[in-house]
């Protein structure tokens, strides 16, 4: 798909919110299990299902990690933040309200930075709030069956300003903020389990004009390309509207996977529709300089750290970088590997990590050790292996976990680089291609590859290139100069 | 030990005694209490427990042959319909909770039964807690005992009926805005609202949680304070609680305060009023220093609590949809009208006109009359704590009148003012009878220990 900057004039302007789910053990105000997955209604109590009487209590692994996507985003800790109540009527949520953070929010103020098109773009992060999933409602034959595993578990949102101004960087700012929680163990962000849920808001004006037009709210969109063709329809749908006269309506939208156009829901929720009251159950969360260093250094090493580690201490290209820190295990792995392995090597560590274990890695499958595949690299530099003969080796320790270079010995995958040796193969070579030899001696020196084809062959692409063909050379520059002398 | 000696008795350190002693079992004035409660004319009780009340009257006697000698021993236990208990129906008085059972016990109600406190039954109340003439529970009204032509206040109306008829020794109300100590006061009983956050709120049935307290209800002031020190400490599950507060002492002193407040509002009945100047009188003769005072803001703090308790009701109430825990036909559901129509028969009209008015706090003019009470209370809580300073007590009637009939102050509307401050504040106030009427005690958070001394001290020397 192509992405689309501006419709006969008009350009969107976007903000995004977006849902995380905390990688939490047990939900947020009780001590159920927040797995994901568990048959319906294996991981509820009194508590998660609002049932009268029962009080919240208030896992504070939560807050934590809430606080933690906070710093990873450069916000503002507010040293006191408070828990509030929304309230809507929905079968899903069974207390009749959310426990969520409204008039005072965990974190504050900050941005990220992420790139298009190797330029790189700034949007703010305006709030970052902490508050519980509802449940989930199955339809099926007519009927409706209530889920409420995820019902109370604990959610990040993520609201930024109306900063992006194209379905492109809206996506791109949504992969980097994907990134950037994964990197720092905030969720698993997994958009296709709902563990990373994006709602966008979206309005259109004239190019070059300063004020915002009316917005529209798209819910839930479960994928970022999905989210692309949200925005991309929305730009196209809202520009004819005004374009014919009509005004755009605040309004929440829903969406289709379908056909890639959106519907209308309901007119856009006002705050004062969801009637906020304080929380009176929970006690503020209390946040201090201890608290704050505690987080900072038990924080992982973010993916942007890393690949500047990599291009400016590794000597990577920006873009292996980058795929190497698709995603925490990815960029673990790889840095097990080249703390194996000496400097020389580490290009060769990269390529072959990227060309041969991260497509595996990606699909779940059984790799080699990072062990083993800085002692590939290794082999192939000091030019004990071949490239060809590395794949191998790849492919066989990630079954087989033994030292790589008994491996290659024993499977006979090692270079022959002994002249004399592959001086008798030429000889052999000679013998067994008579043709070639009499169109060299014919002064048609392009047959001499013929000849080097044939060494390879016989030792099955271990023989040493270089030298190969600087024996065929010496084999036939001999008998040339022989016939010269006569 | 004849069962009259002990019904005949008040005191439940003495009860408690002779079945730690042996010379009485917990079965047996558990069985009489629960006949009781069958015969009881005055709507006291929802639910009597007969057989909750038995297992738990058995166990009692089997840990004292055991040896185990329990604190409050074959207690007879009457407990509001709004505190949780396992097994047992909690209805709150509702047709919302109807057929609610819950899975749990209350933490407060807990811990009265580990120390072999026998629960006879639950009691009648207003919906939801909301009311004070004990007449707007959908199982009936609550009459007084000292007089059935009477009301018996509220909304924890049959807590303090059953008390005043000698069914259960003891009861536990809640008090939001003087549910416990009103009622207790129209029953010539004694109510501790204790500081907000010394008693788990866990488990009893929110209307406006950041008000809302368990409550004893008893004949006299020491027996409050032995179930309090009982039902208080630490739990986990209620994470509002205060961790910093002195222990109650269980057996209080008689003790007077160096310096009082004494506070009588406007339109009390000269009974009322003769009451408090007679305790003032009391106290001051024994050395306090009483003079007159005027709590804070008078003009809107019982607005403010209006305001303040409907929205947090709206919000608490807002998952009883007559879906859960009401026997409504479900299949009938098709729709949000059905849905509507449903949920509006699940609370009486004054539950409905305190939900109405939350909503219209939270949404008329921007909420501004939810964000400006939220602002006035704390106001309120200030103005009230440096009155604190000044007066370690503050004497005051509990109710302007004594007991009347059904509906006959019916447009008064601002019958709760001296009972609302304690709430809104979170001080700890004490409804101590004395002089043919009751007196309100109220103090700073924290000084429960000083009001029991107070209480104790009115309680020696009434006449
Ligand atoms: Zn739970």
Redo the contacts between chains.
């Keep these: 798909m192509t992405e689309i900057k501006s419709y006969k004039g008009y350009e969107p302007v976007i903000g995004v919110e977006v849902h995380v789910e905390l990688k939490t053990i047990t939900k947020a105000f009780c001590s159920c299990s927040a797995k994901y997955g568990d048959i319906p209604n294996a991981n509820v109590c009194p508590i998660c299902l609002g049932m009268p009487g029962t009080m919240p209590s208030l896992n504070q692994e939560a807050i934590k990690l809430a606080a933690a996507a906070g710093l990873a985003l450069g916000c503002e800790l507010s040293p006191v933040s408070r828990f509030d109540r929304k309230h809507y009527y929905y079968s899903d949520l069974p207390k009749g309200y959310q426990i969520t953070q409204y008039y005072s929010p965990l974190c504050r103020d900050g941005l990220l930075r992420y790139e298009v098109g190797g330029s790189e773009k700034i949007a703010r992060i305006t709030r970052i709030h902490l508050e519980e999933d509802a449940g989930r409602l199955i339809n099926r034959n007519g009927e409706t069956f209530a889920d409420y595993n995820r019902c109370g578990a604990p959610l990040i949102e993520i609201v930024t300003a109306p900063d992006m101004r194209s379905s492109e960087e809206a996506m791109a700012f949504v992969e980097e903020l994907r990134r950037t929680l994964l990197f720092a163990g905030i969720s698993d962000c997994k958009m296709n389990e709902g563990s990373l849920r994006c709602d966008v808001n979206i309005s259109v004006r004239p190019l070059g004009e300063e004020t915002l037009g009316a917005r529209c709210e798209i819910k839930n969109i479960n994928s970022i390309n999905y989210l692309g063709r949200a925005i991309d329809y929305e730009l196209v749908r809202q520009t004819e509207e005004i374009l014919s006269g009509k005004e755009i309506s605040t309004e929440t939208r829903r969406f289709s996977e379908d056909d890639g156009t959106t519907e209308r829901m309901r007119d856009k929720e006002t705050p004062l529709d969801y009637r906020y009251t304080i929380e009176p159950n929970l006690p503020p969360i209390i946040i201090d300089k201890n608290y704050i260093n505690d987080i900072l250094k038990s924080m992982p090493t973010l993916h942007r750290e890393r690949i500047s580690r990599y291009t400016e201490k590794l000597g990577l290209r920006r873009e292996d970088a980058k795929l190497i820190c698709c995603s925490p295990e990815s960029a673990e792995y790889f840095d097990l590997a080249v703390s194996q392995a000496p400097m020389e090597s580490i290009k060769t560590v990269a390529s072959l990590y990227i060309g041969e274990v991260l497509p595996l890695l990606r699909e779940k499958k059984s790799v080699a050790s990072p062990k083993r595949l800085s002692e590939i690299s290794s082999l192939y530099v000091k030019g004990r292996i071949t490239a060809a003969a590395a794949k191998k080796l790849l492919v066989i320790t990630s079954e087989r976990d033994v030292p790589a270079s008994e491996l290659a010995e024993e499977l006979g995958l090692t270079i022959i680089s002994d002249r004399d040796e592959i001086s008798q193969y030429v000889l052999e070579a000679v013998e067994a291609n008579p043709k070639a030899v009499a169109d060299i001696s014919r002064g048609k020196t392009q047959a001499m590859k013929a000849i080097v084809g044939a060494v390879m062959k016989i030792t099955s692409g271990r023989a040493e290139p270089s030298i190969v063909n600087e024996e065929v050379k010496k084999h036939f520059d001999k008998k040339i100069d022989l016939g010269k002398e006569k | 030990m004849s069962i009259d000696a002990v019904n005949n008795h008040n005191s439940i350190d003495y009860v408690s005694e002779v079945v730690n002693g042996g010379q009485i079992s917990a079965r047996e004035i558990c069985e009489t209490a629960l006949n009781n409660a069958e015969k009881d004319i005055c709507g006291s009780f929802i639910t009597v427990t007969r057989r909750e009340a038995i297992s738990a009257a058995d166990r009692v006697d089997k840990a004292i042959s055991n040896g185990i000698r329990l604190p409050l021993a074959g207690i007879t236990l009457a407990v509001k319909d ?3 208990t396992a097994g047992i129906r ?1 209805t ?1 008085a509702s047709a919302a ?1 109807e057929y ?1 059972v ?3 016990d ?1 933490t407060a109600y807990e811990r009265l039964i580990a120390a072999g406190c026998v629960p006879i039954g639950k009691t009648n109340m207003d919906e939801f807690a909301m009311g004070s003439e004990g007449s707007l529970s959908h199982f009936g009204i609550t009459r007084n005992p000292l007089n059935p032509d009477l009301i018996a206040g509220g909304s924890s109306s049959g807590s303090a009926a059953a008390v005043s008829a000698k069914i259960a020794s003891v009861s536990l109300g809640s008090d939001t805005g003087g549910s416990s100590r009103q009622p207790a006061g129209l029953c010539a009983l004694v109510s501790m609202k204790p500081t907000y956050g010394r008693i788990s ?6 209307f406006a ?2 008000m809302d307290q368990i409550c004893p209800i008893t004949h006299t002031v020491k027996e409050n304070a032995m179930i309090i020190s009982v039902m208080e400490g630490a739990d ?5 609680m205060r961790r910093d507060l002195d222990m109650i002492n269980p057996t209080p002193e008689s003790k007077i305060p160096e310096r009082m407040g004494v506070f009588i509002p406007t339109g009390c009945s000269a009974a009322v009023v003769n009451a408090v100047r007679k305790a003032s009188m009391l106290f001051s003769e024994s050395g306090s220093e009483c003079e007159p005072a005027e709590l804070p803001e008078q003009s809107y703090a019982v607005c403010v609590y209006n305001a303040l308790s409907s ?2 009701a ?2 608490c ?3 009883y ?1 007559g879906m ?2 009401k026997s409504a036909d479900l299949s009938s559901v098709k729709d949000i009208s059905s849905a509507r129509e449903i949920r509006g028969q699940c609370f009486g009209k004054e539950v409905k006109e305190r939900l109405a008015l939350g ?1 219209a706090a ?2 008329v003019n ?2 501004a009359l ?1 964000r400006t009470a ?1 602002d006035l209370r704390k106001k309120i809580a200030v103005e009230t704590d440096a009155l604190f300073e000044k007066y370690k007590v503050i004497i005051m009637p509990t109710t302007k009148r004594t007991s009347y009939r059904f509906g006959q102050y019916y447009n008064e509307d601002d019958a709760d003012l001296n009972l609302v401050y304690a709430n809104l504040t979170g001080c700890p106030a004490i409804s101590v009878p004395f002089a043919g009427a009751s007196v309100q005690l109220m103090a700073a958070r924290g000084e429960d220990n000083a009001l029991y001394s107070a209480a104790k001290f009115l309680e020696d020397n009434n006449s």
């Excluded at chain 2, 709120?201 to 929110?206: K, T």
């Excluded at chain 2, 986990?236 to 509002?240: A, C, H, N, P, T």
């Design positions: 709004n505190i949780c909690t709150c909770l609610f819950p899975s749990y209350a709120r866990q488990g009893l049935v929110e949680p950041s986990f599950k209620d994470l509002s929205v947090e709206l919000s109430l807002a998952r949809d859960k825990y909503a939270l949404s921007d909420a939810y939220v």
